[in-house]
């Protein structure tokens, strides 16, 4: 037995071999050679708020891990981790979408929004941006980038919504402190302005 074997030589002999394990299956290509077969590519080009940006995504994570701890774009943020809060909203191809919910790889070649993403290059707010700020749409705030996402998508496919048309765009993102209403608000507003 040995005696020098301490908690903390423990946890990282298991980390190590969990990391060891988890890259087996894993391609880097390296002088144009041809993947394996059963391979992932892991250096992957990805089109984030129109700017094309490398990154090693494994073949595992999740779009809302990648724009986070990769991509430092926190302005998602993780809430429920399984697609029912909303909180971790972006647009892919102008489509929102539960960043928890989908794998890196499998949005690779699409073009995909952060709230991050909507101000523009001289400071200005985007509509729906300013239009929640207007209607004291934020109490928190935790939700407010996944609620401004869902609202963008929703006036993209619709610029002129009804309020219930505007419930039902919003309804897949949860605020716990209730402004639900003032998010409304933020919509129409929006809606008037854009």
Known sequence: M?????????????IASGAAATTTGVWVAANGAARPAGAVERMIRININGQVRTVDVAPQETL??????????TGTK?????GECGACTVLVDDVSTYA??????????G???????????DGTLHPVQQAFIEEL??????CTPGQIMAAVGLLREN????REEARQG???????CGSYDSYLDGVMRAAQIG
């Open 111 to 121: 073009r995909i929004e952060t709230v991050e993403g909507l101000e523009s290059a």
């Open 137 to 142: 749409a934020p109490q928190c705030g935790y």
């Open 64 to 73: 809302a891990s990648t724009l986070r701890y990769k991509l430092g774009l």
């Open 170 to 176: 919003l309804s897949g993102n949860i605020c716990r």
């Open 78 to 82: 993780l809430g429920c981790n399984r």
């Open 2 to 14: 040995n005696l020098n074997l301490t908690r903390r030589r423990f946890i990282k002999g298991v």
């Open 100 to 109: 928890c919910s989908v794998l890196t790889h499998s949005v690779k070649n």
């Open 159 to 162: 610029p002129n919504p009804t």
